[in-house]
């Protein structure tokens, strides 16, 4: 039967969209203390750069020797019309994996002519990356005041325990003066006071909010580790760094210029490492400055990758990413920040600040070896800037993974302002370098275990120690915000091993474990699907031994649910997935109650150093699942996700052609991301939400009351036309949202991008 409120359907997809203007006068702001606080506003936007091509080859190899493949290959497919684009910049001269290409005729044969060559790995455009910075003038309390519109589970039960661990403990603190130093600010923290509500104070120092001192007092400053800042620069006589610390400072744009002429790249190194006004936590660190953006804020994609490979040559230790953008799919960008992760360098990277929107995080934060940091204000809560997961990689077929990785605090931070003094931040471009600081806190606290420090076991001590924001979901805190002497106390006794990430899920939890906990399991049901990520602190390489387990508790009905799995062949580089399928079996078709169980696999990675056999590590993924009995089918609804937007095949306008300053759709559909406010109206109302991931062909409507297609942007096989009218005529009801679709004024509109030049 129809559903009986669409009135009320439709007004729930109704989505509300903050855009802040640029305040006029903030260049007074970046030369002198103040106590204003501004928001970095990021819009980012990407093109391609006409008949220019990125040719990756499968190794290193001398500028002599990568021309000769070039033109070979192109002499031998007939096409000669090419020139190769100079590069600018320190890595010119050295050994490189790529090359910039100019095809002016014959592109389309030249390109198969490369790419058939066995040296050449991959062939893509050339993209020219547009980065604008907006200082936005901030209202302190604009987060208080939004927290419970923004919680999809206020009045809800709030589970705020401690997260329950599979991840090894660390060793008690003993009787020494590192035991006195760690237990005073530990054991007396604000951790130990959550029953009192206090009034919010914002730090003068972002240092002192995490307690950095407890470790400085240990004699660890960021001294030998080898800090990389990816951003607009920084000038070599900064009066808030020490003398030599600033240990090399290189551009890669085409301006000659290393300075800073915009502030970005001065305040995220002076979180790092400044020693003077606004405290740094590693003043002692060796910086290692990389001016990857010009003055009117335009990068490209090569500049990042020669970058990236000197990065790599100087055997930089951590390096702090601030930036980031939707597109997942340049190829050549994921691959090098795969090779950066592999030489062990730890990447951390801002989520991005499209919140409270969900599923709008920005690469590379959303990868898998890499940390992704959303924000928090000083009262712990969620900042209403801060991207939320899930992940879009997946969609449609499965479901994203769990983002960001945690959060810390990046509103209203201060942090060195461009010609001396202090001004104040907010945004995840400022949260990224609060964690960036702590890890090279952390690492030079550890410096005698280097050998074991790597983007996984960082990770892992980041997330294990990591606390819940109460109220917070997985999808917008991950772990927690950041525990710097937490994560110390596991670091120091850290043993290499594999993890989960969620490391466990329960669907009675909420708000945390949410979507998964606003809807239980019944037989029949579209399979739900738990995406986690492995991440494997034992090598850069490792893989599944044999395959995943599931072990049903026996008197908690485990047996009633049935498990499937999808996983990583290898995992590489220091991470993998294990996509976890949960259906209910028709033995409890009628029954209610909880059913519990655990997935159990075991991660093999090649022995190092002396080690004579493989390092094994054997992890268990705890699940619990509520399970009713199957609804009445005018309850249950089939939302539609396989037709929907994924990006990035291509770029969509949005909707809503008016929003002219961001006219182009990058978000995934899904029902728990840019459609959530449905979602959660539909379960409301009393609905069962499932998600088709496959063709019409796929689904068995007699068991279903509706299908809803909202907002459909991919073409119908004639086969589903076909099934989906004899489903209705059986029955089926069908509900549609859509706005514009003329194909005649479609084919009139020429729109190009980087995806339809």
Known sequence: MLLTCPTAIWRAIWLTIWWLGLIQGIKAALHCNTTENYLVKVDFNSEIVDNEYIVQFDGYYSNHKRYSVINNALKNGGSTYWKKIPRLNPKSDLLSDFDVIQLTKNKDKGILALEKHHRIKR?????????SLKYVKVDSNEDSKRKKADNPCIGQRTDTRKNPRTFQKSRKISNTKEAESLGKDFWLSSYSHKTRKLLRSIPRQITSALQAHTLWNLGYSGFGIKVAIFDTGLSQTHSHFKKGRIKDRTNWTNEKNLDDDLGHGTFVAGVIASNKDCLGFAPDADLYIFRVFTKNQVSYTSWFLDAFNYAIQKKVNILNLSIGGPDFMD?????KVWELTANKVILISAIGNDGPLYGTL????????VIGVGGINFDSQIARFSSRGMTTWELPGGYGRVKPDIVTYGSGVRGSALRGGCRSLS???????????????????VISKLDIINPASVKQALMASAQRVPSANVFEQGHGKLDLVRAYQILRSYKPQASLSPSYVDFTECPYFWPYC????????????????ILNGMGVSGKIVGKPEWNPYTPQYGN????????SPILWPWSGYLAVSLTVSKSAANWEGLAQGQVTLTIQSPPEGDELEPRQSVVNFPIKVKIIPTPPKNKRILWDQFHNLRYPPGYFPRDNLRMKNDPLDWNG???HTNFKDMYQHLKTNGYFVEVLGSPFTCFDASQYGTLLLVDPEEEYFPEEITKLKRDIDSGLSLIIFADWYNTTVMKKVKFYDENTR
């Open 560 to 567: 009633y649910v049935e498990v499937s799995f999808s996983y």
């Open 669 to 671: 559909d899904h029902i």
């Open 362 to 369: 920005n690469n590379p934060a959303d990868q898998m070896d």
């Open 518 to 533: 606003t809807q239980p399991l019944y037989f029949g049901a579209m399979p739900i699907i738990v995406n986690v990520t």
């Open 123 to 131: 062939v893509t455009h050339h993209k020219k990356i547009t980065r």
């Open 331 to 335: 190829r050549p960008f994921v691959d």
């Open 427 to 445: 945004g995840t471009s400022v949260a990224s370098p609060v964690v960036a600081g702590a890890v090279t806190l952390l690492t030079s606290a």
